[in-house]
């Protein structure tokens, strides 16, 4: 007698942090919710970011959308500056409108430096020299240009 996973064939979406910057949302479509949209003429898929205010208050304060390919499953997410509390909704659009198919649990981001969430060109840190020692420089400016600068 074999046992499935509990998350075979269900329509859901998971959202976790590889760092106070980045999230990884991975999700999966079951079967029949992949029938129903292979029914609907156009539709398309998309990552709605929904940006809260609590843990508990799921109305969202900000909203961003990122379309997604069909036939993939997985998506790196940067996080805007300075947000507590991020939940991810999987959502379809067709000619009829648009429908969350799944969402994933609320996420809680840690409260990072602010030297790393406010860096840009020209912004001058006031670092103690034993800081400096360490280079902390040269890896927010190395992070910005890797991770910042083709977003602004």
């Not at 999700?27 to 398309?44: A, F, Q, R, T, V």
């Not at 609320?106 to 602010?114: D, L, R």
């Not at 400016?141 to 991770?147: A, L, Q």
Request: glycine share 6%; net charge negative.
């Amino acid at each position: 007698n074999t046992h499935l996973p509990k998350g075979y064939n269900e329509t859901q979406v998971s959202c976790i942090l590889r760092n106070p910057v980045w999230a990884f949302v991975f999700w999966d479509i079951s079967e029949n919710d992949l029938l129903m949209l292979k029914n609907l003429p156009d539709y398309s898929l998309a990552l709605r970011m929904c940006i809260l205010g609590s843990e508990k208050d799921l109305n969202p304060l900000e909203v961003f959308e990122i379309a997604i390919p069909k036939n993939v499953n997985e998506q790196y997410v940067l996080i805007p500056a300075g947000k507590e509390f991020i939940r991810v909704e999987l959502i379809y659009t067709s000619g009829s409108g648009r429908e969350v198919l799944a969402f994933s649990s609320v996420v809680t981001i840690p409260k990072g430096s602010e030297a790393v969430e406010n860096i840009h060109p020209g912004i001058e840190n006031d670092f103690p020299q034993i800081i400096k020692l360490s280079g902390i420089e040269k890896i927010l400016t190395e992070h910005y240009k890797n991770y910042c600068h083709s977003f602004s």
